[in-house]
């Protein structure tokens, strides 16, 4: 009998500070590949997994920022490997395209540059949990730090752990995501999130178009 091959499907990540659109972008895109023809879903970190959804209401809540950073890497990278083996590795043996809300850059700007935990000890935690899997696409919605916060003030009431950091971090972390695009630019553009919320989703959709042609 002949079986046929199915094609692996991608990870496309969405990255930025606070209020910069991630979740509205990831679901323009999720249904846009959906048109093009591509089975596509839609998953977010901490998160995207029962397990891990329960470890997010942790981490978000501030109930391990006592604990310092590298506390939180922990629990970041604990979600992050249930997530991958769980959810993300079985949609992409299936050929799914996978549009998640943040991934392991996250994780490297907010622990690891702004919360100083040494860059060998996150890329350890990376080796642990990821298995050598990495985003095929990785989208950084850069937005200024003032206007973000902004967004995400008017989002909701409270804040949550990340959100309420002093504008000095929220700076930092801005930063870190410029510079791990500008490191890694083979997997990694750049897209100003201060346009329209519609323009914003255009530029994404050319990025995924020339860079992976769903």
């Known amino acids: 009998m002949r079986h046929e091959t199915v094609e692996a499907g991608k990870l496309i990540t969405l990255e930025g ?48 920022k006592p604990f310092g950073p590298f506390a939180e890497a922990l629990l970041f990278s604990i979600a992050r ?31 690891g540059v702004s919360g100083g935990v040494p860059a060998p000890v996150i890329s350890a935690l990376e080796r642990l949990t990821l298995h050598g899997l990495m985003p095929n696409l990785t989208i ?6 003032e206007e973000g916060l902004a967004r995400a003030g008017l989002r909701r009431a409270a804040l949550d752990r990340f959100e309420s950091q002093d504008l000095s971090q929220h700076e930092r972390i801005r930063k870190a ?33 020339e860079r992976l042609r769903p």
């Open 81 to 111: 490997q249930d997530h991958v083996d769980t959810v993300i590795s079985d949609a992409l043996a299936r050929g799914q395209w996978v549009v998640c809300d943040r991934f392991l850059d996250s994780t490297r700007a907010y622990q």
């Open 140 to 145: 950084v919605l850069d937005i200024p730090v």
């Open 177 to 209: 995501f410029l510079d791990i695009a500008e490191e890694e630019q083979a997997r990694c553009v750049v897209i100003d999130a201060r346009k329209p919320e519609a323009l914003v989703a255009e530029d994404v959709w050319e990025a995924v178009a």
């Open 17 to 64: 500070g606070e209020g910069a659109g991630k979740s509205t972008q990831v679901s323009i895109l999720v249904e846009r590949l959906r048109r093009a023809g591509r089975q596509a879903i839609a998953t977010r970190e901490p998160g995207g997994s029962p397990a891990a959804e329960e470890i997010r209401e942790t981490l978000l809540s501030g109930k391990i």
